[in-house]
């Protein structure tokens, strides 16, 4: 997508010289726009460890490319083999829970082994990575293909008449390759000329709709406002959002989604409200070993720092600020789960589905018990 | 309440000194606890404009000890009743739309009009300006014994374990004169040794439940937790809140009510988890003029740099750090409607009801149209 009125994706070779991986080191926004080579396997595990980048595709990416990266930096160590194996551990530490990273890498490694030799597995590693970025952001851009429909829907509905919809936390082209997946359907309305109006909820504690979201929407141009996440009740209940749209980070087989602490009450919100509710995202979030998403999903506590204190640019320099008393407690719950009954539909690379056992097995017939 | 362990009204008459009204200066809350002397009208208007104090309690008593001083300033004027009149002008201009300025000063109008002589108009205005703070202060003290018996009961059923109540915003004793209501029974239920602990929403964008609920509870040494606004919705899920207890800004007869920003999306997800939701207020928060809220009360908007900035604690000083991109638009809504459906009984200074025009009337049959 666009910054600066250039294109970017999050992730990408370097020009001129493809054994250094470029990433926007995402630390610094909204406030600066800072690119960061990465050329070791180290400097990978820094980049994933400390959150340069973050999202569950982006982290997949960039875990691609740190195999490509580990190849060659095994190319010179005695035992090839053992190298890229022990960069594979390094790199699965570095954020133990997201899914992607393990996928990425394992699936590295299976592309490494078929190779012979050296120059061949390092064509292969480089190969891999290209193509799962290269998935990731077709996968996204179909999900805005696919999510277009409702928008245009309700547009037509409205007689062209501004569709407000309300998104909570940071489901944009930041947390993956490109497009991203509850914006996708936004890129692809503004980009059809849909009079589109996007509600951001800053999404308290880390305020990644605030810092990310409002980042992304000002670069594409799409009409938004910030608010506070408290406000998107008042705003259903008087007419002035017409759809939410929001991504997940574990999708159950029955449909209930775990994504950002918050997103919950803007279901119920948007259920009080008839107002429709879509769940976006890729595939590879839909964890089919679940079913009861309150009862199984296990839910991160964070650290309390994160409530009491909050960042962002002052005297142009990035400082924090405590807002409650030094003594106070406070805890950081880091997702909520939304249960199936709230979400009107699924929005994935395949298309749209009820949001049910039923519904998500339609598009994916393959996983019938 | 207690202050490092010191007793405290919000506003009181200095010691040794009853020309001199102090307050406390709550825009240094939670980081420092400063006492502000106020002796002339002038002071007042600041106070009250500047949000010195606030709250709605406390605004109507801050406005009885203004015409207190008002009389003593009009004494060495040529007119003593034209100064007061236009002093009793000038403070109802500093927050024009909060109910409780203008009744306290029409009150001591009429209270003053009474007296024959300057001395004794003087002596009339001291004593309405004590009543008024007296009155409020009582009322609170009767919420909480009132209030008192929904978390006893909730004590009795789960065999003493800890009651945990969800609050938003700041009803505390810092928006009164002492007890606070939403925070009355809470108190009330601390000192009776039942063990408690309270959620408190932060509250964005101003933060009244960080700054200003934590900072009181922690005084008092009452349990509680600072969590994000979004986080409510979670713990109703997993068990983790027994009841939720809110002020209101404003009560329809039919009891609609409004209050901070996020009530409502609380109240969905209390109704969604079977869980009790109250609101605690005075009387005098009732308007009897209105009955549906969504519809008849109009909601301020307040400046979007409340949600763009987040104020607090910064290298030991107080400073604001953007956290939106600089050219990002915001929106600032200061209050939302909860509907009655959703409220699960209100606890005023004359009892508990059930939440509509006719459980109200059961606490104001005088109220019969």
Redesign the interface.
């Known amino acids: 997508m666009l910054v600066n009125d250039q294109h970017y994706q999050t992730i990408w070779l370097k020009e001129g010289n493809d054994k250094i991986v470029q990433i926007i080191d995402q630390r610094f926004l ?2 600066r726009f800072v690119m960061e080579d990465l050329s070791s396997v180290h400097d990978f595990e820094r980049a994933i460890c400390e959150m340069h980048v973050r999202g569950a595709g982006l982290i997949g990416a960039a875990a691609g490319f740190a195999m490509y990266v580990a190849t060659m930096e095994a190319a010179s160590k005695t035992s090839f083999d053992e190298s890229v194996f022990q960069s594979s551990v390094l790199l699965k530490k570095t954020r133990p829970t997201a899914v992607n990273l393990e996928w990425a890498i394992n699936r590295q490694l299976e592309a490494i082994a078929t190779g012979k030799e050296i120059n061949e597995k390092i064509s292969l590693a480089k190969k891999t990575a290209l193509a799962i970025a290269t998935e990731d952001a077709a996968g996204c851009h179909r999900i805005g293909l696919h999510g277009i429909d409702i928008i245009e829907e309700i547009s037509r509905k409205k007689n062209g008449d501004t569709v407000n919809i309300l998104t909570h936390c940071n489901a944009g082209w930041l947390a993956f390759v490109d497009y991203g997946t509850a914006t996708a359907p936004i890129y692809e309305a503004h980009k059809r000329g849909i009079n589109i109006h996007v509600w951001v909820d ?4 880390r ?1 990644q709709g ?2 990310l979201t ?2 992304e929407l ?1 670069n594409e141009q799409v009409p ?12 259903m ?2 007419g002035l959002v017409d759809m939410v749209i929001t991504g997940a980070d574990r999708l159950t087989r029955n449909c209930d989604a775990a994504n ?3 997103t ?3 279901a ?2 948007a259920k ?1 409200n008839n107002i429709p509710f879509y769940i976006a995202l890729p595939s590879s979030t839909i964890d089919w070993s679940m079913r009861d998403g ?1 009862k199984e999903i296990n ?1 991160e506590e964070r650290d309390p720092d994160e ?8 005297d142009g320099e990035w ?15 880091g ?3 939304t249960p199936a009954r709230l979400i009107s539909g699924i929005i994935t690379e395949r298309g749209i589905c009820a949001a049910s056992d039923k519904g998500l097995l339609e598009l994916y017939p393959e996983m019938k018990l």
Chains 1, 2 share one sequence.
């Open positions: 909204p406030h800053e999404t308290r504690p305020n605030a810092n409002s980042w000002l938004h406002t910030v608010i506070a996440d408290n406000t998107g009740g008042h705003l209940q008087h950002k602490i918050g919950y009450l803007k119920l919100a009080d309150i839910i409530v009491k204190y909050v960042h962002g640019l002052c400082k924090k600020v405590l807002i409650t008393p030094a003594e106070a407690k406070a805890a950081n719950y997702f909520d789960v």
